[in-house]
């Protein structure tokens, strides 16, 4: 596994580092892995299904609603685009 040396850090982030470290109980090197490893971590993606579920829940819509959608919505297939 890599090693990285960090040099010339200030004293108050070194010390910052040590208390946090002191709290998490981690040593100072493995709180420094895992700061490290939050901060780089990929965001988790959002699915669009569940964002769309979410904000059918948050403005209250039922089944009936989602029914009604779908009786009225245009069922025509949609025109290709053209890039001309």
Known sequence: MPVLTVR??????????????????H???????????????PV???KMGDALSELGNRLGLSGEDFAAFEQTRNKMAA?????E
């Open 8 to 25: 010339n850090v200030p004293d108050e982030v070194h010390q910052a580092l040590r208390m946090r470290a002191a709290l998490n109980g």
């Open 44 to 46: 988790r993606r959002v």
């Open 27 to 41: 040593s100072m090197e493995a709180e420094v892995r895992a700061i490290l490893k939050n901060a780089l971590e």
């Open 79 to 83: 025109e290709p685009m053209s890039f």
